[in-house]
């Protein structure tokens, strides 16, 4: 069965510190993996998402993500926090179409 | 352009209703998906329709739940009976196809249901 797990529930950094959100994955087949962010009563928006083309991916306000296969992880990442990223991260698998979401990782920023 | 519009934004019911919940994804998007995000569930798949084939409706967790999409552009998700379980947001998303693995999905902003 294909699964996502992100390890931690709630991660709190200082503004200007880097951010590490781990997630890990399990798929039978070449996983399609995708970070989205949720502000707030906000939608869902995505951040970035992996192709196979790279195994480092950019996405938007300076995040990226790093995709290891010998680790099944997809880990994101972001070198300098900033108090808007405050949000709720979630790690996520596409299964044909559909997405299997991780529980969820909740940024705090601190001033 | 338009995203994906959700309409209420907010249902309140009482146990044992029937509610009814629209999507209207983004314009010349095939496929549309329905997710419900609630506390103890986290986001959960309920249902997808692709073009004019038939919808995946694996993830709809009763019979009490059913949806359908006419003219292959707007979607109504329906819960009889509601019990108070069903509380959670309701998130609609759609994209361009189905059959791609890498396509994004469009959140609309989720209608809030609160079964008292």
């Known amino acids: 069965a294909q699964s996502v797990t992100q390890l931690d529930s709630h991660v709190s950094v200082s503004e200007g510190t880097p951010v590490l959100l781990r997630c890990n994955y399990s798929s039978s087949y070449s996983p399609s993996l995708f970070w989205y962010v949720q502000h707030p009563n906000k939608g869902l928006q995505l951040l970035l998402k992996?192709?196979?083309?790279?195994?480092l991916v950019k996405g938007i306000n300076g995040f990226e993500a790093e995709f290891k296969k010998s680790e099944t992880s997809f880990h994101l990442t972001k070198p300098s926090a900033h108090m808007s990223d405050a949000a709720e991260y979630f790690c996520v698998l596409n299964q044909g179409g559909k997405l299997i979401f991780g529980q969820g990782t909740e940024l705090s920023v601190k001033p | 352009g338009a995203g994906v519009s959700q309409s209420p934004s907010n249902k309140v019911t009482e146990k044992g209703k029937d509610v009814e919940l629209r999507c209207d994804p983004i314009?010349?998007?095939?496929?549309l998906y329905w997710y419900r995000q609630s506390l103890g569930q986290g986001l959960e798949f309920l249902i997808y329709?692709?073009?004019?084939?038939?919808?995946?409706k694996s993830g709809l967790p009763s019979d009490r739940f059913s949806a359908e999409r006419t003219g292959g552009s707007v979607s109504t998700l329906t819960i009889q009976r509601t019990q108070q379980e069903d509380s959670a947001v309701y998130l609609c998303?759609?994209?361009?196809?189905?059959?791609?693995?890498?396509?994004?999905?469009?959140f609309g902003p989720g209608t809030r249901l609160t079964v008292l």
């Open positions: 998303a759609s994209s361009l196809t189905q059959a791609g693995s890498y396509n994004e999905q469009f």
């Open positions: 992996y192709t196979s083309a790279a195994t």
């Open positions: 329709f692709q073009g004019n084939s038939a919808p995946d």
């Open positions: 314009s010349g998007h095939t496929a």
